[in-house]
């Protein structure tokens, strides 16, 4: 069995008087591609911001490289992730293009390789054509191609996403999470924060499922995606059929 890339021991979160994430324990290995999903106030962006390091956890340990990964410096620890946040505004009138080269910044200078990848991000992403656009004047749903492509092209063997569909129309929702999982494919460890049961369940090697800041069933598709966890979790009715292409749960809301 592959040893875990990143652990999370007992990890709990407070924010004031409310806890967010109670005891969780989750080791994410090499290789696979997992979605974490949950209602609305679940935790989930809360411990993928625990898991990249951006949060502290008050109990607990997170663990990267058999290391705690509060104690990697800055540098080190964006050249081993990255991270693509929920909130896709830039604040400076920075191009596309310069957008997605930040995600060499941690990385030593390499100016063929640094090209060569920022082009193969822009192509991946669809924003090719958008290279020279202020990256403020971009739509929602191009904005969030747009650091999807800085994500890219940051080249790390760890990748955690945010809602990374939540703005994209239906060609970008599968063109991204398609890339994602070639990446996971190729040997990356690729964890998901996703809405959408079914794109979780066409994408996803194991899904996460969270409820008020608790794992509620961690598992494959199969195993998490069943009417009576849908049901209880969400408070919704629901029916799982298997889909006719893909052979994995499809859930339809009744």
Not at 211 to 237: F, K, N, S
């Amino acid at each position: 069995m592959t040893a875990p890339f990143l652990h999370l021991d007992g990890v709990g979160v407070r924010f004031g008087e409310r806890t967010i994430l109670h005891d969780i324990h989750l080791g994410f290995v090499p290789g696979t591609l997992t979605a974490l999903v949950g209602p609305n106030g679940a935790g989930k962006s809360t411990l993928l911001a625990v898991a990249s390091g951006d949060v502290p956890a008050d109990a607990g340990s997170v663990i990267l490289h058999d290391q705690p990964i509060a104690h990697w410096k800055a540098m080190a620890l964006a050249r081993e992730r990255a991270v693509m946040p929920q909130d896709h505004a830039v604040r400076f009138a920075f191009t596309v293009e310069e957008v997605v080269a930040m995600g060499r910044l941690p990385h030593p200078a390499d100016a063929l390789r640094d090209a060569a990848l920022v082009e193969q991000a822009l192509g991946q992403a669809e924003m090719a054509g958008l290279r020279a656009r202020e990256v403020q004047t971009l739509s929602g749903g191009e904005a969030a191609r747009a650091t999807f492509a800085r994500v890219l092209t940051q080249d790390t063997p760890l990748l955690l996403l945010d809602e990374p569909t939540a703005a994209l129309d239906l060609r970008h929702q599968e063109r991204t999470l398609k890339a994602v999982r070639q990446l996971a494919d190729a040997g990356a460890c690729v964890i998901v924060v996703l809405h959408d049961l079914n794109l979780a369940a066409g994408y996803a090697d194991r899904i996460v499922l969270l409820e008020q800041g608790r794992v509620a069933a961690d598992g494959t598709p199969d195993q998490v995606l069943t009417r009576e966890h849908i049901e209880r979790v969400y408070q919704q009715p629901v029916v799982v059929l298997r889909h006719p292409q893909r052979d994995v749960p499809l859930v339809v809301v009744t």
